[in-house]
């Protein structure tokens, strides 16, 4: 090990206090997309107060930042953290099932847990950072705030802005969601391309059958029949796309679709037709020419829902993101820091938590309660076998992250590090959701996480700062996949033609007479 990553390491062992309370601060305010007002502000101070030049509301994008340390003239590596939770999904940091205090469980919450991702990637980048001074490395390092990835919604935006032009390489680092891709990195099978949009319905001009009869002052008599409005239209809309999908796309390859009603009609249930409403679609999918076809079918059955309902239509995009490109050399590299560092431990208090999880849920407490994946190393190509077991052989991408928009800026890779997840209980078992996102915020159990990729990142960043070789043959992969480099033959430009989408009633907290609340207040509890 060189000296500088001794001192990396150092630095993530010694401040392992500090790291841990930033994580579990970030996991306790459970913001979700668009709307992480607190943790944006959490990071944004506590860069600039380690000495990062740091533009918040970057790309027009309120909860995004761009943080940058220059230590003289070097290569530029690049980095980011996410912060954004998921609705529905409020729990505490507990063993047992129950909302953080004060919410109601369909507030946010952390699940991947996206608070340990942002947390794990700023530790990496600042024990680099201190390494870096210590020892003299020249070189630049520019972090991100990449907020509503849950709707692939930043990166997309950033990139057509030009925040990756400069970059000469970047890492990306993501908790194990799913096996083979724990303590691994990715191979060849990247993410796929993700399109998101939301369709806005507008009643303006409602069918005339709603008129009451002429001698009533009110054209709107109660004994009236409703005309059909906004509401109809989404629900025609979801009906359609739920009954047609599988004539979408036309192919065999893997793929999803999924949808949210984000407005229905301002809760009018009188004779009044709703004047507006909104669904959101997400689609994940390997190539871009199948998002387009698909969109082209969605935007087919929005029409015929507004005819149907007597609307007027329009989409408006969320995100456009990219499909992902492989980097060999970056992910070696990366791999053999991984394989320095280890795979995570899970141990001690980790332990006695999980064991009292399974407790609570009526299971047999085991003496080792952790899925023995999260703890053991895979090679990338083995990873990429397995993987390609359950794809069709003509499918090159495949699940969906928009992390593949810094692939098409500079040479990429995506790390996994596993995060602390139960053995089940017998063959078919599964723990019920709760149970993951309990561990995210328990400190004794999702710590061991956070440092195997804090010093398998700052490691990496030394080796790019400080291994002319790994670099160049970095970018001379990255030119010949993409054909000549940024414009390039088979290079993909930016897709996100759009503004931030910012205004749409994304769900977030609020403060009325109640109190801090979430936009579905929660139910009265007990004895109020």
Known sequence: MSNAKATAFAWVEENRPDWSDWTRTIWDFGETAWREYRSVDFYVDLLSSEGFSVEKGSAGMPTAFCAVWDNGPGPTIGGYA???????????????????????????????????????????????????????????????????????????IHAARGYYDDLDAAISFHPFYMLPLCNTVRWDTHCGAAYAMVYTFTCDAPETWLAAATDSPIPAAHAAPRAPGANDAVVQMYLSAKALKEHLAGTGLSWSMNEAILAAGQATADNIPARMAQIQYILRV???????????????????????????????????????LANHAMARATYRNLEMVGAPRFDGEAVRLAREIQRNLGLEPMD??????????????????????????????????????????????????GRPALKPAHPGH????????????????????????????????????????????????????TGGGVGGSRWIPPLADYDPPIHFPWPEYVTTARGRDWVIPAPPRDGA
């Not at 507004?306 to 499909?323: I, N, T």
């Not at 709760?434 to 956070?450: K, Q, R, Y």
């Not at 070789?469 to 001379?476: H, M, Q």
Request: charged residues 25%.
């Open 368 to 417: 080792s309660p952790y899925l023995p994946a999260v703890s053991e190393l895979i090679a990338p190509e083995e990873a990429e076998r397995r993987i390609r077991r359950v794809l069709p052989p003509g499918q090159m991408h495949f699940t969906s992250d928009d992390y593949t928009e810094y692939c098409w800026h500079a040479p990429t890779v995506r790390l996994y590090v």
């Open 82 to 156: 996410e912060y954004d939770g998921v609705p529905g999904n409020c729990q505490a940091a507990d063993t047992v099932k129950r909302p953080r205090d004060g919410l109601g469980p369909d507030a946010g919450g952390h699940t991947d847990p996206h608070s340990a991702l942002g947390v794990g990637a700023l530790a990496g980048f600042l024990a680099a950072k201190r390494a870096m001074e210590r020892h003299g490395l020249k070189g630049r390092l520019k972090f991100l705030g990449e907020p509503a990835e849950k709707l692939r919604g930043s990166k997309p």
């Open 286 to 324: 390997p190539t871009l020419e199948m998002a387009e076809h698909i969109t082209k079918g969605l935007d087919h059955y929005a029409d015929c829902a507004a005819r149907l309902a007597h609307c007027a239509w329009r989409r408006d995009w969320v995100s456009k993101s990219r499909p992902g």
């Open 430 to 481: 599964a723990y019920p959701a709760w149970v993951m996102n309990a561990l995210g915020g328990l400190s004794p159990c999702i710590d061991p996480m956070t440092e195997v990729a804090a010093k398998t990142i700052a490691a990496t960043i030394l080796d790019l700062v400080t291994d002319e070789a790994l670099l160049a043959a970095a970018k001379a992969e990255f030119v010949d996949r």
